[in-house]
């Protein structure tokens, strides 16, 4: 991706996949910046991997390419994971109830329980609620807009991912579910190929029976070659980039395909 900086700019950046999924790199990450310029990597305070940098003043490009090993299966599931009440709760995911910049479960909370309060807890009224928002929605990509929260995203009935991932978020949460939002890659593999450009994507963990499971209320299906990159309450603890200045985004291209042992792109897959 290339920004146009006024002046000397600071940044944080977000693009490298979770610490989790370093074990599965084939080839070291090639991170670069064009001017080149120090790099400083640190971890925040959900563990998610950030780097900081100073953009010169005009154009600056920051890529960056990561091959990893994935097992090729779907998203797990297990439709007998139990919602556990918060006193069971671990004391690390009670965080993760709580409303948010863009997640506002008290605007929501009476519509949560009036929909869903009588469906039977566990995995089952998870995914309905995630149908719910899925069914609820209609994805735009021309109307995204960064000030939409959970609760404008339902009343104005149009939404991008990260829209999608906020109005379930706080249906969720509402209802005393942890959940937190997530984002990362996803390629088109194993599924008709998307005709927009590949993009960020987001999607959320609800955490049920102990462990937290991954649901995707834009997509709304189990998806092959996931790849995480942050985790947060919502969209405003995992930026893509942070600066601490102005800047025009000018170029992004986000790639996430299947390639062979030399790291070339495989012809005959599915993917965008």
């Given amino acids: ?32 910046t ?39 299966t779907r998203d797990e599931a297990d439709l007998n994971a139990a919602e556990w009440p918060v006193e069971a709760l671990p004391t690390e995911v009670l965080g993760f109830l709580t409303a948010s910049r863009y997640v506002e479960t008290d605007l929501v909370s009476d519509e949560a329980w009036r929909l869903f309060g009588n469906v039977a807890p566990g995995w089952n009224r998870v ?12 994805f735009d990509y021309k109307l995204a807009s960064q000030f939409r929260t959970a609760a404008s995203a339902r009343n104005d009935g149009v ?22 939002y997530v984002n990362g890659y996803v390629g088109d593999i194993g599924v008709p190929p998307a005709a927009a450009a590949m993009d960020f994507a987001a999607w959320i963990e609800v955490f049920l029976g102990g462990k937290w499971w991954t649901f995707d209320p834009r997509n709304n299906e189990r998806r092959i070659g996931r790849v995480v990159v942050a985790r947060g309450l919502d969209a405003a603890d995992v930026p893509l980039i942070n600066t601490f200045g102005p800047h025009t985004l000018t170029k992004f291209r986000v790639w996430c395909f299947p390639v062979d042992d030399q790291g070339n792109e495989l012809d005959g897959m599915l993917f965008a």
């Fill in 1 to 32: 991706m290339t920004i146009q900086t006024p002046q000397d700019t600071p940044l944080i950046c977000l693009t490298t996949p979770e610490t989790a999924r370093q074990r599965d790199y084939v080839f070291p990450e090639d991170f670069t």
């Fill in 159 to 180: 939404a991008v991912c990260r829209d999608f991932a906020h109005l379930a978020l706080a249906y969720l949460r509402a209802l005393n579910i942890p959940a937190r």
């Fill in 127 to 138: 995914q309905y609620i995630v149908d719910h928002v899925n069914g609820s929605l209609v």
């Fill in 34 to 72: 064009t001017p080149s310029v120090p790099v400083q990597s640190y971890v925040d305070r959900f563990g998610n991997i950030c780097r900081r940098m100073m953009a010169p003043a005009g154009a600056f490009t920051i890529y960056s390419d990561i091959t990893v090993n994935d097992p090729g």
